[in-house]
């Protein structure tokens, strides 16, 4: 047991979830995108007045037996599918105000502050939408696979899920979580500058499996189109290694059916890339032998460099963490310990070790890694922190299997600018004041 534990064990009051009227979300959703931070921040410090409970001695919750110590509960099977209980009814996935002109094509962010361990609740993963989600039948959906193959075939969902499955657990990640941070703070709370991104366990059949079937041609075959069936008809290149390494087409997550808006029936598993080629409504395989410039990887998902240059293709995420708690919009209510926990994920392998700063990057610590560590997958960590009543800034830096080390936020600056949206994996920091008050900034 840690020493630190002997410490009077400080209290964090959650940051507010519901945080704007909708009047102010009104103002946020006419505000230009680089204007939505200011309009999220308004509401940030609402529960900053509200009273911490504090233990008595002799109290009622203890000396009068409640209801549900003297009662009759409610029967098995109440709800035919379990739910969260009421008193958790606020943590919830949100919607990103003013940053799309609709709200088919727009994001809800996973309320990374809430979480435990690494499996993200399927009814919390993050959205990302190009023209609205739908719930598709799925005996009428089809799965072609065509191109340079011997064998051009189509799978219905009972062909696939007779098929030799496997089930791996990976984060997925939109290219542009974190954007709103490129030029300087936007957003008050976690969930907004990272939750853009999601740790599930995901069932299906491999996709070289399905290649090896169709007798792909492996002399002229460099890259397969994914294409889905939405309204968007999003369609992504993927290079052929990739495809026959890990690449799964996925029917589960999380032990159940995929969610309608996560791809129902059929999706796309492209691990350690970002989410954008995570094809949704999969309905398409093309294997071909270049790459196909779709305008969701010619025009969209690029990389806009200092010099006006554009970098395409550029799908990897890499190495990243962030402190979830204590985090923005939190409230630590006493001096005391605290434990200090987070996430770390890396598109290129498994996460080896993660720092943590609470003194703003001049000394760091060595965190706990809590099991399991997977190859691109979220992993958790922890410290221990006794907090002295003294403004603090903490932060975390994650190194990952191929010895990459998360950069500053001015070093990635240096390189990519500021006029960037995709790719943000900067150290986050989070400032403790003295009132104890969590808050979003940046320090170089």
Same mark, same amino acid.
């Given at each position: 047991?840690s020493k630190?534990?002997?410490e ?7 940051a507010?979830?519901n945080f ?5 979300? *009104? ?6 995108r680089?204007?939505m931070g200011n309009?999220?921040?308004?509401? !940030?410090?609402v529960a ?15 000396l009068?037996l409640p209801?549900?110590?003297t009662?009759?509960g409610?029967s ?5 599918y379990?739910k969260p209980?009421?008193?958790e009814?606020?943590l ?10 609709v ?5 809800s ?8 361990g ?8 993050f ?11 799925p005996?009428?959906?089809r ?8 064998? *051009?075939r ?5 062909d696939?899920m007779r098929?030799?499955?496997v +089930? ?6 939109? &290219? ?5 941070e490129?030029g300087? %703070?936007?957003?008050p ?5 990272h ?6 366990e995901?069932t299906g059949v ?8 169709c007798g792909y041609d ?5 890259? %397969?189109l994914?294409e889905?069936?939405?309204g +968007?008809s999003?369609?992504?290149t993927i ?6 390494d890990?690449?799964?087409? !996925?029917w !589960?997550?999380?032990?159940e059916?995929?969610?309608p ?5 059929l999706?796309?598993v492209v ?7 995570w094809?949704?409504y ?13 305008k969701?990887?010619a025009?969209?998902y ?5 010099d ?6 550029? =799908? ?12 923005g919009?939190?409230?630590?209510l ?7 926990? &987070? ?5 290129? =392998?498994s996460i080896?070790? %993660?720092?943590?700063s609470?003194?703003?990057?001049r ?6 890694? *809590? &099991?399991?560590?997977?190859?691109k ?6 410290i221990?922190? %006794?907090w ?5 800034i ?7 299997s191929? =010895?990459?080390v998360?950069?500053?936020? $001015?070093?990635?600056r240096?390189?990519?600018?500021t006029?960037s949206?995709?790719?943000q ?6 400032l403790?004041?003295? $009132?104890?008050?969590v808050?979003?900034?940046q320090?170089?």
């Amino acid at each position: 047991m840690s020493k630190d534990l002997s410490e009077v064990i400080g209290r964090v009051l959650p940051a507010p979830e519901n945080f704007l009227s909708p009047e102010k979300l *009104e103002t946020a959703r006419k505000a230009r995108r680089r204007f939505m931070g200011n309009a999220l921040a308004m509401g !940030a410090g609402v529960a900053a007045s509200a009273k911490a409970f504090a233990a008595t001695e002799g109290e009622d919750v203890i000396l009068k037996l409640p209801a549900h110590s003297t009662g009759l509960g409610q029967s098995v099977a109440t709800d035919g599918y379990g739910k969260p209980s009421k008193w958790e009814a606020n943590l919830q996935r949100r919607q990103s105000p003013g940053l799309t002109r609709v709200n088919q094509a727009s994001v809800s962010f996973t309320p990374l502050q809430g979480l435990f361990g690494i499996i993200t609740p399927s009814g919390l993963h993050f959205e990302r939408h190009h023209q609205g989600w739908w719930d598709i039948d799925p005996s009428k959906h089809r799965l072609m696979i065509n191109g340079l193959v011997k064998r *051009e075939r189509v799978f219905t969902m009972d062909d696939l899920m007779r098929l030799p499955s496997v +089930s791996r657990i990976h984060f997925i990640e939109c &290219g542009a979580n974190g954007a709103t941070e490129w030029g300087n %703070v936007a957003v008050p709370t976690v969930q907004y500058t990272h939750g853009m991104t999601s740790c599930s366990e995901f069932t299906g059949v491999l996709l070289s499996t399905l290649l090896d079937m169709c007798g792909y041609d492996k002399k002229a075959a460099k890259f %397969v189109l994914a294409e889905g069936a939405d309204g +968007s008809s999003m369609t992504r290149t993927i290079d052929i290694e990739r495809a026959m390494d890990d690449c799964i087409v !996925a029917w !589960a997550m999380n032990g159940e059916m995929l969610r309608p808006e996560n791809g129902y029936p059929l999706r796309l598993v492209v691990p350690g890339i970002q989410g954008v080629s995570w094809v949704k409504y999969l309905r398409r395989i093309e294997v071909g032998d270049q790459k196909y410039a779709t305008k969701d990887e010619a025009v969209h998902y690029i990389d806009q460099m200092p010099d006006g240059s554009h970098r395409q293709y550029t =799908g990897i995420q890499e190495c990243k963490s962030v402190v979830t708690t204590p985090s923005g919009g939190q409230t630590l209510l006493d001096k005391g310990y605290y434990n200090v926990s &987070g996430l770390a994920w890396s598109g290129r =392998g498994s996460i080896k070790r %993660v720092d943590v700063s609470v003194d703003g990057g001049r000394n760091w610590r060595t965190a706990r890694l *809590e &099991g399991p560590t997977l190859t691109k997958a979220f992993t958790r960590f922890n410290i221990d922190w %006794v907090w002295d009543g003294k403004p603090a800034i903490l932060q975390s830096r994650a190194i990952d299997s191929t =010895g990459y080390v998360q950069p500053k936020i $001015n070093q990635l600056r240096a390189v990519r600018g500021t006029r960037s949206v995709y790719h943000q994996n900067a150290i986050q920091s989070w400032l403790v004041s003295e $009132n104890g008050e969590v808050s979003n900034v940046q320090v170089y």
